[in-house]
């Protein structure tokens, strides 16, 4: 493996390029984790390779003398649509893990969701960071370890509640099985005690099933938390829907960036249903193959609100650590900026209301 970076080198300039450097910068072992989706891989490459099959209309002559990229969410303002989505053990690729992606995204001014499972206490991560910070939830058995963490991201002052309801299992991951994933002994969950979420831990796959959360504890932690609740996972119009009847704050149409179920279409393909069938009731956030601003600009104009990336996280942490991150969401900003020049969109409201999609 070669040395984190200290530095910028002139041909790092895109998302793809961080990809490559990092893959030179992981063990197997994260390589693993990081970089494979579920099954045959159909579902991981779709997310990316659907981007390529839409296209954006230029528009250059509009008046842009007043033009920014903030946003408004849930009564708070972001500069920018761009979120930092939970991703999971980030030590794998960082000695300092989560804390470097605070660190990151404290420069830049950047919301970040902090994952249940990761590596770093919340106290920790908050302490890194003035920026924003949400939290997301595997929903646990015991309802109380629930609750706790809930009341711990809000005495700490994080601003929203994300609740991931499309990974309750992990899916079955080929490539991690090939090269025996597992976690080192020095990295671990440490928000929680024996998370539930590995079918390894069954005999009998079903079995599990019997301790799965519900709609009911969905209902139930809305009930209980004093903070905005966004569900995580949508990917279809009858869930989106429910979600609205539940008095749910928000959704983000994601399908795990391909690691649960292969063979789920495209994020971006069933986002445009979804908007439909959601039809401005709640803010849709974005998550799945985000690698270019113009993918940014053709998500927002296809109906989100705002964006999450989660592996150009691990891959800029596994290149420069917080310095990797923090060019990354820069590369992604100017890359949206230009973006909003050509098609003629002064903010992020004129994206979802102009047609700049063929």
């Not at 139930?220 to 539940?246: D, M």
């Amino acid at each position: 493996m070669k040395e984190k970076l200290t530095f910028i080198p002139n041909d790092l300039v895109s998302l793809k390029d961080y990809e490559r450097y990092a893959k030179e910068r992981m063990s197997i072992n994260s390589l693993a984790y990081v970089c494979s989706g579920a099954g045959d891989e159909i579902t991981f490459k779709r997310n990316e390779e659907a981007f390529q099959e839409i296209y954006l209309e230029a528009n250059t002559l509009e008046d842009l003398s007043e033009a920014n990229t903030k946003i408004e969410l849930f009564g708070q303002t972001y500069d920018s649509p761009i979120i930092l989505a939970p991703v999971a053990y980030q030590k794998l690729v960082d000695i300092n893990g989560e804390i470097s992606t605070a660190q990151a995204a404290n420069v830049t001014n950047t919301c970040m969701c902090v994952s249940s499972f990761s590596s770093c206490t919340l106290e920790e991560i908050s302490e890194s960071t003035n920026s924003p910070l949400w939290f997301q939830l595997y929903i646990q058995p015991d309802m109380k370890t629930n609750l706790e963490l809930i009341q711990k991201a809000e005495s700490l002052g994080f601003k929203a509640l994300v609740i991931t309801i499309d990974a309750l299992i992990s899916g079955i991951r080929n490539v991690e099985q090939r090269y025996g994933f597992s976690l080192p002994e020095n990295i671990s969950a440490v928000n929680i005690n024996n998370p539930i979420q590995t079918i390894s831990n069954f005999e009998n796959i079903l079995e599990m099933a019997k301790i799965l959360p519900t709609w009911k504890d969905i209902e139930f932690i809305k009930k209980n938390s004093k903070l905005p609740v966004i569900l995580k996972g949508i990917t279809n119009t009858s869930y989106a829907k429910k979600a609205i009847e539940l008095g749910i704050d928000g959704i983000i149409v994601s399908n795990h960036g391909g690691r649960t179920l292969d063979t789920l279409p495209s994020t971006i393909e069933i986002l445009p249903k979804i908007t439909k069938a959601v039809d401005k009731k709640i803010p849709i956030l974005f998550d799945g193959g985000i690698k270019r601003g113009t993918d940014i600009i053709k998500a927002i104009a296809l109906g989100a609100s705002a964006v999450l990336i989660g592996r150009p996280i691990m891959y800029g942490l596994a290149t420069a650590g917080a310095l990797g991150i923090a060019h990354t969401l820069k590369i992604l900003k100017e890359e949206l900026e230009v973006s909003m020049i050509f098609t003629g969109c002064k903010d992020i409201k004129q994206i979802k209301n102009k047609e700049i999609i063929f």
